[in-house]
């Protein structure tokens, strides 16, 4: 069974390739040359309705293969369906992408992208604005510096989703200065789903901090659910890959968020 570990150390070794392939100083000049597109944290705030995030995803530990599908094919149904915004997974050796991915994503969607890898390195976040991405998701347990994280983010024209498991994790994102939290329903020690998780967890984020539930969402009843422990965004991504027929998935997700977010107080 592959361990969280195990994806953290082939990541760190895909990075150490990454610098020498691309130096950092290469990747701060190509940042000047990409334009600026929609504000992701603008493009989760609503009123009424519970915001979807669209993830592509060819694979995942946990799932196997999901699609063959490529991203340019996948994008234009994401956008067509009305999502909020799409994310765009990177990490290669287990989830079956590439950094190539989301540079695709940028130049044939309108959607604000949200790169999901296992970020560790400022590197990454520089990597992150240079191909297109308008936020990134950090993990509270994993980026080193999770304050400076989020700030070079913001210098960088991005936001940043910070996921967390726990309530220690959450306080460590409030700390830090987060605007948008994800409670991640899967545990990484056996890949199981909870959306529990997302309940119990849901009233310590406070109000003015956006609330993310990702992983698990497979039907309209999971998203009243998970509206109902006042996220306002859902991240979904296998149910939606893995789907046969798409675009009426996303349709059932979407058409249940409408008028479904009651906040938090």
Do not use: W
Request: proline share 3%.
């Amino acid at each position: 069974m592959i361990k969280f570990s195990d994806i953290i150390t082939r990541r760190e070794e895909v990075l150490q390739k990454e610098k020498v392939y691309r130096p950092l100083n290469e990747l701060k000049e190509s940042i000047q040359r990409i334009k600026i597109r929609k504000n992701f944290k603008k493009c989760l705030l609503k009123d009424d309705d519970v915001s979807i995030i669209c993830e592509y995803k060819p694979s995942s530990p946990s799932a196997g293969y999901i699609s063959n599908l490529p991203v340019e094919d996948v994008l234009p149904i994401f956008e067509r369906c009305g999502a909020s915004a799409a994310s765009i997974i990177t990490e290669e050796t287990f989830f079956n992408s590439s950094i190539n991915n989301l540079k695709i994503a940028c130049k044939t969607s309108k959607l604000s992208l949200l790169r999901k890898d296992f970020i560790l390195d400022e590197y990454q976040i520089y990597e992150s604005r240079a191909s297109g991405a308008n936020a990134i998701l950090l993990m509270a347990d994993v980026y080193p510096n999770l304050s400076e994280g989020i700030l070079l983010s913001h210098y960088l024209g991005m936001d940043a989703l910070v996921e967390c498991k726990n309530k220690d994790e959450i306080k460590i994102a409030i700390d830090a200065g987060a605007e948008i939290i994800g409670i991640n329903n899967r545990s990484f020690k056996d890949f199981n789903i909870d959306l529990n998780r997302t309940k119990k967890l849901a009233g310590l984020v406070p109000p003015e901090i956006i609330l993310v539930s990702e992983s698990g969402v497979k039907n309209a009843s999971d998203v009243k659910k998970l509206a109902g422990y006042g996220a306002d965004a859902l991240l979904v991504g296998t149910s939606v890959m893995g789907s046969k027929k798409m675009q009426d998935k996303i349709n059932e997700i979407i058409g249940s968020a409408r008028n479904s977010r009651i906040g938090r107080t």
